[in-house]
């Protein structure tokens, strides 16, 4: 979509760029209570010793923008569950079980779920990676003619040693058809984003940008769109599991405690500015009906 911008984005252009967004249904797991809603157990505990399940959806969204159409995240491959070597390394096979327990078929694949949103693969135009978990990238196969957005910062991880110990697992994310795009982002004029270390600017007119919210993983990042007359939403991806579990500071059980507590204070001073606005999470059951409540009410 749109080369480097600058970062002025004061005023929208009047010309609703924006046509649309909608929740995509992308199948549904199950996670540990301890995951989702925090523990004041270590991490291991709750993978090994956790007995409570609690259902989250694996959602997507998909932004009907005047340039393209826009995926915000890919959804899960459901070989997940049908070729035992689609995970390679063998503790992330033996792990994946206590983390998920997943169900999904064939037809939670993107491609199929965006059939059944009248939507053709081939034509999304840009997908934003909120960050690179499995859940997250595993639609990017089935989309090789878009732009894969994902922040430098993300991106870098497969360079650190181990990135598969923090579920970002290369084998599905370096694939030769996928046309990955790092950003970075860039110092905003614009006082309704300060406190973020920046931002990017999708397509050049201030209608979908892009903010570094990390804490999930290390590069993870969220979307403000913004539509003319109507409330505007950030899609946080993983940052929360729901918003309002962000709204009274509770961390879920991975991710770095302190830098999710400082997103979500970023977010949250975001929200002071732009009143409003709704905070839409990847894994909330909310988030349907938050988006249409946001595209409803002026
Ligand atoms: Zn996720």
């Not at 007995?51 to 491959?77: E, M, N, S």
């Not at 949103?117 to 595993?138: K, W």
Request: with cysteine; hydrophobic share 40%.
């Amino acid at each position: 979509m749109a080369e480097t911008r600058t970062a002025t984005v004061s005023s929208i252009k009047a010309e609703h760029p924006i046509a649309f967004v909608r929740v995509l249904n992308c199948g549904r797991a199950e996670q540990q209570e301890e995951h989702r809603y925090g523990s004041r157990k270590p991490q291991f505990w709750w993978v090994f010793f956790g007995k409570r399940w609690v259902p989250l959806p694996l959602q997507c969204f998909l932004i009907g923008h005047r340039d393209g159409l826009v995926l915000f995240d890919t959804g899960i491959d459901p070989r997940i569950v049908s070729d035992k070597r689609y995970i390679e390394q063998a503790t992330g096979r033996f792990l994946l079980p206590r983390i998920f327990q997943l169900h999904v078929n064939e037809l939670d694949r993107i491609d199929h779920v965006l059939r059944k949103a009248g939507v053709a693969a081939r034509d999304i135009r840009t997908a934003v990676i909120s960050h690179l978990h499995f859940d997250h990238v595993g639609g990017i196969a089935q989309i090789p003619q878009a732009e894969l957005l994902v922040s430098a910062r993300e991106w870098s991880i497969l360079s650190e040693p181990h990135p598969e110990r923090e579920w970002i697992l290369r084998e599905h994310i370096e694939i030769p058809s996928a046309k990955w795009r790092q950003i970075t982002f860039a110092p905003a004029d614009d006082p309704l984003f300060e406190g973020f270390d920046g931002i990017h600017d999708v397509a050049g007119d201030g209608s979908l940008i892009l903010l570094p919210t990390p804490g999930h993983t290390k590069g993870s990042m969220s979307m403000l769109i913004r539509r003319e007359g109507e409330n505007p939403i950030l899609l946080v991806g993983d940052l929360t599991y729901e918003a309002t579990l962000l709204e009274r500071n509770v961390v879920p059980g991975t991710g770095d405690r302190d830098t999710l507590l400082a997103s979500f204070a970023k977010v949250k001073r975001l929200r002071e500015r732009l009143p409003g606005l709704a905070v839409v999470a990847s894994h909330d059951f909310a988030a349907e009906e938050m988006v249409s409540r946001a595209m409803g009410n002026a």
